[in-house]
């Protein structure tokens, strides 16, 4: 199942088996999230899982109204599946494996006695269990599915001339840098004297003097004892402003001075490498594996869209915008 499922429905194992967990109301037919082939989650269930997934996904601050409702439907989506993924690994009459089950219980346990107490372990491990037990069979259940036939050489090569992108070596660039560092935390000052030196180098550098020579002398950054050089790069190695920059250089030209968090900066475009298809024979390994994913990830979805075509499904979508 998706990351985010595997994170919040640990709450419906507990749910499940641990009465104790819900308010004496949650299985009042008015008090429902939704109904799968029968089954109810209760909004109280919902609720909680939501909570749960908040805190996993959006721990860094408020949430945008639209994003917040978009994953509420998310997490209501993911406990409806796992109904139906349940329902069908009991159909194939999959077992789980009791020694994994109960290394994952032993642990839990442990992790259980360090912490708080509760009110009722017991019912809390039974819980735990049961979600163990679930979540064992549904991987067993997403492995069988996901299980494609090996391509043949036909179905790579066809692969490659379709994805062009996945094996082209992007565009590099070698550059090298005179950084003149300034404190992140200095002031105003202290920056402008870094880029009236800067401006001082390049006039010199344009008069003739050697940029390599002079990035040993004056430059802070680790390159400076090969002469400023950094080698090769691709796009995201370098900062916004540095990759701006150099966008504009031909070769052997210099930039204006650059504004970066470590300080003011000169660079010389040294060459540029452009993108570069690589030959088939070359990636044909990786082209395998990335058609068998995708492929797995096709029988996956459509599975589970299958799964929900044949169900009978009723969502309360209320609790959408107020859960």
Request: contains cysteine.
């Amino acid at each position: 199942m998706p990351d985010v499922s595997r994170q919040v429905v640990v709450m419906r194992g507990i749910a499940v088996c641990c009465a104790w967990l819900l308010c004496a109301s949650a299985n009042a037919a008015n008090d429902d999230f939704a109904t799968v082939d029968g089954e109810h989650i209760s909004a109280q269930e919902y609720r909680m899982a939501v909570q749960a997934g908040i805190k996993k996904r959006f721990y860094h601050g408020k949430i945008p109204e639209d994003k917040l409702r978009e994953f509420r439907q998310e997490v209501g989506q993911q406990l409806v599946d796992r109904i139906l993924l349940v329902k069908e690994a009991g159909r194939r009459q999959l077992r789980a494996d009791a020694r994994v089950v109960d290394a994952q219980v032993k642990d839990y346990q442990s992790r259980l006695n360090k912490g708080a107490k509760h009110a009722s372990p017991d019912a809390m491990i039974a819980g735990l269990r049961h979600y163990f037990e679930e979540e064992d069979k549904l991987q067993q259940l997403e492995r069988a599915v996901k299980t494609v036939a090996a391509p043949d050489e036909t179905a790579i090569s066809a692969y490659y001339r379709q994805h062009p992108e996945l094996f082209t070596t992007p565009e590099r660039v070698r550059a090298s840098i005179i950084l003149l560092k300034v404190d992140p935390a200095a002031g105003a000052p202290a920056w402008s004297a870094a880029h009236d030196e800067a401006q001082k180098i390049l006039v010199r550098i344009n008069k003739g003097a050697n940029f390599a020579e002079l990035a040993r002398i004056h430059s802070g950054d680790e390159s400076a004892v090969n002469g400023g050089d950094m080698g090769f790069l691709h796009a995201g190695m370098l900062a916004e402003p540095a990759q701006q920059a150099l966008a504009k250089l031909q070769p052997a030209q210099v930039s204006d001075p650059v504004m970066l968090l470590q300080g003011v900066a000169l660079l010389r475009l040294e060459e540029r490498s452009p993108p570069k298809l690589n030959e088939f024979k070359t990636v044909a390994t990786r082209a395998a594996d990335l058609w068998r994913r995708e492929r797995a990830q096709t029988a996956w979805r459509e599975f589970i869209e299958g799964l929900r075509k044949r169900a009978d499904i009723h969502v309360n979508s209320a609790l959408y915008r107020d859960s």
